[in-house]
């Protein structure tokens, strides 16, 4: 099959906008709970009404995508997700902002599940993996500069001398005391021109393999009743909540313990998926010379480790260490989906479903942290982010693949077994 690169182009930008969109809630973490005078609780309910989307449509979506197939999904998505954003850059309230994120997390649900496999059949199969890991590679990129772009515009919407092309374009859609919503409008403008471009585009068909058709209810209800699923969708859920446990309270805690300005903050968010996506490079070679399990316990270990100085050591320490959790959690998502997939013989497509419904731990674990944080402490809520590094860790023991990942070693060693066997 002739291969498209032009869809290749236009999934590589989806991801970033996914991305863009999605790690951008940890740098206004500290800016919105002072707009909106919030407690702990009520901003950790922020990121809960983003990812709880995906808890909701993950496994609606894949049907629908069966059903409707890509492209209409994915004009639909960026709909959804522009209705949201609009919707609250015409009315920044709270309540508001709620309902927003989750019509954006929506969107970005539908996304996600539309396009990995169409990034197979444009890409090509044997180009899957490399253009997985570019895609992954893109997406880290992408949450570096979102924290990047959110100063630039709250820095220009509050210079006090002279008019510049930023001020000009939102004075009279910002109110004064808002000027990190300004954000919105961009992601307003990002979305419908998305919606244009994909209607505009011509589509592949994407057959999907066996294995990668979503089931009915009763396949995935069959398939959760097995302990591996269960196990490997706490694994998916541990991981998100760690993820975004961290990305998203760092920026309030420097701020908290360490009077550390926001703005500054959000570059360290930025900083945080900018050294996740040197980890992921790093990674790779890694993954060519030691099995994942062993990589995966290394990770958590050196994760365990920044978290520890990010939390307890000085300024310094802290904004370093932050930055250094993300990239130690760069091989973990990866790793822990691989070897779920792996664990399985069939039903891949229903079992990828339930993994991404997983997602939802990067709802829930904020909603814990901040309120552990109005009771005891901020400081004392992220130690929950230990106990899901802990459940991570544990995956890199009892995990038992059918198929593990092929190292130098192995190759070697397979190579020596066919020559002694001529």
């Known amino acids: ?68 197939k890509e492209r209409a ?17 015409l009315f920044p309230h709270y309540l508001v902002f709620l309902i927003s994120l989750f019509l954006m997390g929506a969107g970005m649900a539908m996304l996600q599940v539309a396009i990995n496999p169409l990034l197979r059949v444009s890409g090509g199969e044997e180009h899957y993996a490399f253009n997985s890991v570019l895609a992954q590679l893109i997406f880290g990129g992408a949450s570096f500069l979102a924290p990047l772009f959110l100063t630039y515009l709250i820095t220009s919407l509050s210079a006090r001398s002279g008019q510049n092309a930023v001020k000009s374009i939102f004075s009279g859609l910002v109110p004064p005391s808002l000027h990190w919503t300004s954000l919105y409008w961009v992601f307003a403008l990002i979305f419908l021109a998305m919606v244009v471009i994909i209607w505009l585009s011509k589509f592949p068909a994407v057959e999907r393999k066996e294995d990668e058709i979503a089931g009915t209810w009763e396949t995935h209800k069959n398939l959760f009743k097995r302990k591996t699923v269960r196990l490997f969708f706490i694994g998916i859920f541990a991981y998100v909540g760690t993820e975004q446990g961290v990305s998203y309270w760092l920026s309030k805690f420097l701020q908290t313990y360490h009077g550390v300005n926001p703005l500054v903050g959000a570059d360290i968010v930025g900083g945080f998926w900018g050294w996740m996506a040197v980890g992921g490079v790093l990674g790779l070679v890694l993954l060519k010379f030691f099995d994942s399990r062993r990589v995966l316990v290394g990770a958590v270990i050196l994760a365990v480790t920044f978290l520890s100085i990010a939390l307890f050591g000085t300024t310094n320490m802290s904004k370093f260490a932050f930055q250094g959790v993300g990239f130690a959690l760069s091989v973990q998502w990866p790793i822990v989906f691989s070897l779920a ?56 023991i009892w995990a038992k693949p059918l198929i593990t990942n092929e190292t130098i070693s192995m190759k070697k060693k397979m190579k020596k077994e066919m020559a002694t066997a001529k």
């Open 341 to 396: 997939m792996n664990s399985l013989e069939s039903h891949h497509g229903s079992f990828s479903g339930i993994l991404v419904t997983g997602i939802i731990g990067g709802a829930i674990i904020q909603v814990v942290i901040g309120w552990l944080g109005d009771t005891f402490g901020l400081r004392t809520g992220m130690f929950l982010i230990y106990l899901t590094l802990a459940y991570i860790f544990s995956v890199g």
């Open 73 to 89: 999904i994915m004009v639909a998505a960026f709909i959804v997700a522009f209705a949201g954003a609009t919707l609250f850059s």
């Open 1 to 68: 099959m002739k291969r498209n690169y032009y869809i290749v182009v236009l999934i590589f930008l989806t991801f970033f906008v996914i991305s863009f969109i999605t790690n951008i809630l940890g740098a206004l973490n500290p800016d919105v709970i002072q707009s909106f005078s919030l407690s702990l609780t009520l901003a950790g309910l922020l990121p809960f009404a983003f990812f709880i989307a995906y808890g909701v449509l993950s496994i609606p979506a894949g049907m629908l995508v069966e059903k409707y």
